[in-house]
């Protein structure tokens, strides 16, 4: 099983199939937006990152957001990507040309990293394929491995206030096809609220931003310092 619960059919998919398509099928997604590269600048354009930062994109499929944080930050961030699947992180390790970006395979709700290693943790477009309790298990690993005073951000798909752009946004994205699993875990997200699971698993300072007539969500929380001895 993943760390999103899902049954091992669901990594083979990734390793064997989505893996082969999924920059295509991404390009394809993001054309409402005007295009791919335009939505995920735009997306991270709006959540906080420094030069210098431990960054870790969680999730990171081909490393469509690691390549925009990398490009945004230059060489003196040291970015690391973890995806489940070994098919996508090969992909990503054949497109990389960053010598400040390391891919590897890692489950993203139990890492081998140390306690406050990383800066920053980027969740791109992960959590709605994933049901309540896999995404609550990755934001709390995603806190545990920030440093005091460090922040998770979630880059997520939203639900459109108007009608007509929910309508579109369905059809655009196939929520309608019987087979895409993606559909009742979106829901399930999307019913409980992306910044409310963040503030759940233990953030605070959460804010939301919306994107793209509130197709896509930027939502970002902070990890506070801890208190010893009456000590923040």
Known sequence: MSQ????????????????????????????PQGGQGRARRALVDVIELKRGDRILDMCCGTGGATFVI?????EKSKITG????GGQIRVANGKNSHPNVDFMVMDASKTD???????????????????????LAV??????????GGSVAVLELDRPP???????????????????????TRRDMVRYGVADEVRE????????????RGALQAVQGCKEASIRGGVP
């Open 162 to 184: 108007g009608r007509l752009m929910r309508l579109f946004v369905a059809l655009w994205w196939f929520y309608w096809l019987p087979f895409n699993f993606e559909t009742p």
């Open 113 to 135: 990293f140390r306690d406050g290693e990383f800066d920053r943790v980027v969740i791109p477009h992960a959590l709605h394929e994933m049901w309540r309790d896999g995404r």
């Open 201 to 212: 698993a233990g953030f605070r300072d959460v804010t939301k931003v919306s994107l793209f």
């Open 70 to 74: 990398a490009e945004k930050l230059g």
């Open 139 to 148: 934001l709390r690993e995603a806190r545990r491995i920030l440093r005091d």
């Open 82 to 85: 973890i995806d489940l699947s």
């Open 4 to 31: 999103t619960g899902r049954p091992s059919w669901y990594v083979r998919y990734y390793d064997d199939i989505a893996s082969r398509r999924y920059d295509l099928l991404a390009k394809l997604w993001f054309i």
